[in-house]
């Protein structure tokens, strides 16, 4: 009957450490968790602010007037005939 007793006895402990060790990496999982959604969030406003940024410094009014001003280039006279148009033929393109 005692050996019955400690052996029930020493099930009980290693039951009860073993919702212990359960508990501690639940807890631990939560926080790494916590941690990555805090920094899944940092990310995505950087990332907007970068974006806003680039929309910024892209606005062809801003492209021009840094032309004129920093790189000193002007518009030819329309009647120069300096201006020449010219689009992609989508149809030649070759893919090899």
């Excluded at 969030?41 to 606005?59: C, D, H, S, V, Y």
């Excluded at 009647?79 to 148009?85: C, D, F, H, V």
Aim: include cysteine; charge should be negative.
């Amino acid at each position: 009957m005692i050996k019955l007793n400690i052996f029930l006895f020493m099930v009980l402990v290693i039951c009860g450490l073993g919702i212990v060790t359960a508990r501690y990496e639940s807890r631990k999982l939560f926080m790494e968790q916590e941690e990555a959604q805090q920094l899944t969030e940092q990310l995505e406003t950087e990332w907007n602010q970068l974006r806003l940024e680039q929309t910024t410094l892209a606005m062809p009014a801003r492209v021009e007037k840094i032309a004129r001003k920093e790189l000193g280039m002007t518009m030819p006279p329309p009647a120069a005939g300096n201006i020449l148009a010219i689009h992609p033929d989508h149809s030649s393109g070759a893919t090899e």
